[in-house]
């Protein structure tokens, strides 16, 4: 079993002779936020805001219990990531509140007073934390808004794609299991906490989120609809060599045209599909030798102003 362990400032996992460096608040040049590594007082004496800010919370954090290995990984790697960016930072805590929860409300601000903790819980405890937005979760239903929070701590090991999409482009989400789902295993980094667990740190890239809004309706939908317009969109050279590749295209028109039967209920347009049949009826009478490139070319023009508008 992994253990934590702190020296002059850093923090480290311990997993055998392996040791991962998880927080360091005594590097002034890993420090990119508003906190000040360090400064002058009145009295011209320096004072440390960084050091004692972080490093009283990260201890106490430390000392914290009960409460889970991962969790404590998690909010120190947390604060590790405050102190690399200078931005506004969103963090939505997805779960039980933790007594974690309290400090990382109260140092989040000390970084940006625009910095804010959200919780999504069927619970909330007692007294007023003006710090925290509290969310009601109601099953598990995640009604999240896209790309609205730079990091995202839940509670499962499997990701819902709500969840996945909340998160801004290189947002990150943490989460125990043990192992992470193959389609996440390549962005995510392991930080071991027993035999079998680890929290798994998944950095969103743009390249992944575009990836996981292919797999929502909305993004089947756009993904027919952008391969029907890439087909329609070959037609202009297609006419150019019309002899060698005509029987070739006509196999791929109707591969769209069964496409946007599928689709075509969600889209906006009612003429759709009755301009696709009249281009597909115009090939075919060119193929035939009874057509008409004039005819066929200003068809092409109709149904690519159609299928914009849906």
């Not at 929502?216 to 952008?226: A, V």
Request: aromatic share 8%.
């Amino acid at each position: 079993m992994s253990k934590l362990q702190s020296s002059k400032g850093k923090y480290y996992l311990r997993d055998g002779d392996r040791a991962t460096l998880l927080l360091d608040v005594r590097t002034p040049l890993l420090n990119k936020s508003c906190l000040h590594s360090h400064r002058l007082d009145k009295q011209g004496n320096i004072e440390y805001p960084l050091r004692t800010t972080v490093n009283e919370a990260a201890k106490r954090i430390f000392l914290k219990t009960p409460v889970s290995m991962g969790e404590l990984v998690a909010y120190l790697r947390i604060f590790a990531r405050l102190l690399g960016k200078p931005q506004v930072h969103h963090v939505l805590r997805i779960g039980q509140w933790s007594p974690l929860d309290e400090e990382l409300a109260q140092i989040l601000p000390q970084f940006n007073p625009a910095n804010k903790l959200y919780c999504l819980s069927a619970t909330r405890p007692l007294g007023r934390m003006p710090s925290v937005n509290f969310l009601f979760a109601e099953g598990d239903e995640y009604l999240l808004p896209e790309e609205r929070f730079d990091t995202i701590i839940f509670p499962d090991s499997t990701l819902p794609l709500e969840v996945l999409l909340a998160v801004k482009p290189y947002g990150r989400i943490y989460f125990i299991a043990q192992d992470a789902q193959e389609a996440l295993r390549a962005h995510a980094q392991a930080f071991p906490l027993t035999n079998q667990f680890s929290l798994f740190e998944l950095e969103v890239s743009p390249q992944l989120r575009q990836e996981f809004k292919q797999l929502t309706p909305q993004g089947q939908l756009d993904e027919k609809k952008s391969a029907i317009a890439d087909i329609i969109a070959k037609l202009p050279a297609v006419l150019k060599k019309k002899n060698s590749r005509l029987d070739e295209y006509i196999a791929e028109v109707i591969h769209a045209e069964k496409l946007l039967a599928e689709i075509f209920p969600e889209l906006h347009s009612e003429t759709v599909k009755f301009n696709f049949n009249l281009l597909k009826e115009f090939l075919i009478d060119l193929r035939l030798g009874n057509g008409s490139v004039a005819r066929l070319s200003r068809q092409y023009e109709i149904l690519t102003q159609d299928l914009i508008a849906c």
